[in-house]
T-cell receptor, first 111, second 111 residues
Framework: DVKVTQSSRYLVKRTGEKVFLECVQD?????MFWYRQDPGLGLRLIYF???????EKGDIPEGYSVSREKKERFSLILESASTNQTSMYLC??????????FGQGTRLTVV | KNEVEQSPQNLTAQEGEFITINCSYS?????LHWLQQHPGGGIVSLFM???GKKKHGRLIATINIQEKHSSLHITASHPRDSAVYIC?????????????FGKGTKLSVKP
């Protein structure tokens, strides 16, 4: 079974904190993605990576950065968390052009 | 206009009913996903299809490439089918696996 594991299910952070969301997949997938999901807006792509150390901006990269030092791990970084970054964050991975597998999601609240 | 439109947005059904969720898209695609998201957040890929029809248990997905339309059917619906169903397309130019998502259909099946 493909597993995409996100490090936390729920997180509460303070405004201005640096926040790390970690995602690990165990199927040697080239592609990894970070999305956020908000009511009425659906899933929106923040960043994706198609190889180690490679990254591409998605639709809403502002306020976020990413790191992919190893193939299996893709980290999303909120440099200075703000309340408008309160959201559900979903990680996914895939082989190019193939079905994507999603993690269980991290519900982040910034207070 | 959104590139991927789903209907209906919300759907309430009685247990045992036949359910249809529709997805229309406006871009060229190489494949279409149907995803299921239960309360709590995790997303599961139900189907990935690029032509014709696929069936898994009580779930059936069809796609008409010429009409740019797909449907997800649930036969003999059950309360455990209650979830958000999301249509996502793999853009024809999206060789890296980037998906474009519909906003989802929230299904509630009453016993």
């Amino acid at each position: 079974d493909v597993k995409v594991t996100q490090s936390s299910r729920y997180l509460v952070k303070r405004t201005g904190e640096k926040v790390f969301l970690e995602c690990v997949q165990d199927m040697d997938h080239e592609n990894m993605f970070w999305y956020r999901q908000d009511p009425g807006l659906g899933l929106r792509l923040i960043y994706f990576s198609y190889d180690v150390k490679m990254k591409e901006k998605g639709d809403i990269p502002e306020g976020y950065s990413v790191s992919r030092e190893k193939k299996e791990r893709f980290s999303l970084i909120l440099e200075s968390a703000s309340t408008n970054q309160t959201s559900m964050y979903l990680c996914a991975s895939s082989l190019p052009g193939r079905a994507a597998f999603f993690g269980q999601g991290t519900r982040l609240t910034v207070v | 206009k959104n590139e991927v439109e789903q209907s209906p947005q919300n759907l309430t059904a009685q247990e045992g009913e036949f359910i249809t969720i529709n997805c229309s898209y406006s871009v060229g695609i190489s494949a279409l996903h149907w995803l299921q998201q239960h309360p709590g957040g995790g997303i599961v890929s139900l189907f990935m299809l690029s032509s014709g029809k696929k069936k898994h248990g009580r779930l059936i997905a069809t796609i008409n490439i010429q009409e740019k339309h797909s449907s997800l059917h649930i036969t003999a619906s059950h309360p455990r089918d209650s979830a958000v169903y999301i249509c996502a397309v793999l853009n024809y130019g999206g060789s890296q696996g980037n998906l474009i998502f519909g906003k989802g259909t929230k299904l509630s099946v009453k016993p």
